[in-house]
C-alpha cells in the first residue's frame, strides 16, 4: 500500500488499521536515525499495525537566536524515507493544527529536570517539547511512541511525563545511529564543513574513551573524556565544550564518584555555527574489594 500523507488527525483517524498504531516522532529532515526508528516501530506493531511518523518544526523548542528558520524543511523526500523504512502513514500537519488557538497559553512544564543540561542552555526549550509531544500524543492516539536514545534527556522527560500525567502510551527508547566514522546522525550534521566534521568526531571518541574508563570508576570517566575535549579545544575549528556530564538518567543530576549502576555521559559542543549533542549510557559495578582490603578487614 503506499504510504498516505495526512494533514489533519481527522485524515489520519480515517486510515484503515487492524494492529496497534506506532508513531515516530520528527521535526523533519529525515535521515538513517530515523529511518531505524520506523523499521523498530514496524517491528514492534508488526505487518497488521500501523506506523505512523509525524513531521512538525514545532516553533515552541526554539528560543530567541535560535534556527526556526534555518532548519531544514524536506517533506517529500521525508515522505520516501519514511515509506522506504517501512511507514503507513506521515502526518505532516500546520501550525494551526496543532495550535488552533494560537501560540498556547496553557503548557507542561517540564520541571528541575529540565532545568539541567540542555535545559539550562536553551531555556523553555524542553517545556515546548513536551507541550508538543503530549499534543502530539492526543492527536495520532498511538499504542506506543518511539525516541531516539540520542536526545538522551528528551527521552527521560518524555517518559517521565507520560509516567506523571498518566498518558495511555508505551515509550520506547531505540539505540543512537552513528555514521561510519562514529559521528551521532543529526539534521544538523549537514550544516558541517569537511573541517567542522573532522573536529566534531572529537566529541564521540570523548564519549568513547570515556566509557572505557568506566571500570574505574566515574571519577575517572570525567576525568579521560574532559582529557579528549580540552585538546579537542585547541583545534582548528575548535570544539567549543557546551557541558560535559555524568548523570543519573532518572532525574539528570549529577552521580557521585561513588556511583553503582546505570549513568549517561553526556556532551554538548558547538563546532562552527552548529550545536551538536551527545551521549553513551554506561553502568558501573559496585566496587569489588582488593585482596589487601580483604586482609586489612579479617584483622
Not at 566534521?197 to 564521540?204: H, Q, V
Not at 532525574?251 to 549533542?277: C, K, N, P, Q, S
Amino acid at each position: 500500500m503506499t504510504i498516505q500523507l495526512t494533514r489533519t488527525a481527522k485524515e489520519l483517524h480515517v486510515l484503515p488499521r487492524a494492529g496497534r498504531r506506532a508513531v515516530v516522532m520528527t521535526m523533519g529532515a529525515l535521515h538513517e536515525g530515523h529511518a531505524t526508528l520506523v523499521r523498530t516501530a514496524r517491528e514492534l506493531v508488526g505487518p497488521e499495525g500501523q506506523v505512523v511518523v509525524t513531521v512538525f518544526v514545532n516553533p515552541l523548542q526554539f528560543g530567541a537566536g535560535e534556527d526556526l528558520d534555518r532548519y531544514p524543511r524536506t517533506l517529500d523526500a521525508d515522505v520516501l524515507l519514511a515509506e522506504q523504512a517501512g511507514a503507513d502513514a506521515v502526518f505532516a500537519p500546520a501550525v494551526d493544527e496543532v495550535y488552533p488557538g494560537g501560540e498556547p497559553q496553557v503548557r507542561v512544564t517540564a520541571g528541575p529536570m529540565g532545568e539541567r543540561l540542555e535545559g539550562a542552555s536553551r531555556p523553555g526549550h524542553f517545556d515546548g517539547m513536551l507541550t508538543v509531544v503530549a499534543k502530539l500524543l492526543h492527536l495520532t492516539a498511538p499504542d506506543v511512541a518511539l525516541f531516539g536514545q540520542k536526545d538522551a534527556q528528551q527521552l527521560a522527560l518524555i517518559r517521565r511525563m507520560v509516567r506523571d500525567l498518566n498518558f495511555p502510551v508505551e515509550v520506547v527508547g531505540v539505540p543512537t545511529v552513528r555514521e561510519g566514522d562514529n559521528l551521532a546522525l543529526s539534521s544538523r550534521n549537514r550544516y558541517l564543513s569537511e573541517a567542522d566534521r573532522a573536529s566534531a568526531l572529537e566529541i564521540s571518541r570523548a564519549l568513547l574513551t570515556g566509557a572505557a574508563a568506566a571500570a574505574l570508576g566515574p571519577a575517572a570517566v570525567r576525568r579521560s573524556a574532559r582529557a579528549v575535549l580540552d585538546n579537542a579545544a585547541t583545534m582548528e575549528p575548535p570544539v567549543v565544550l557546551d557541558y560535559l556530564a555524568l548523570v543519573d538518567p532518572a532525574d539528570f543530576t549529577e552521580v557521585t564518584d561513588g556511583h553503582t549502576g546505570e549513568a549517561v555521559l553526556a556532551v554538548a559542543a558547538r563546532v562552527g555555527t552548529t550545536r551538536l549533542i551527545d551521549n553513551i549510557p554506561l553502568t558501573f559495578a559496585e566496587a569489588v574489594p582488593t585482596a589487601a582490603a580483604e586482609t586489612g578487614a579479617q584483622r
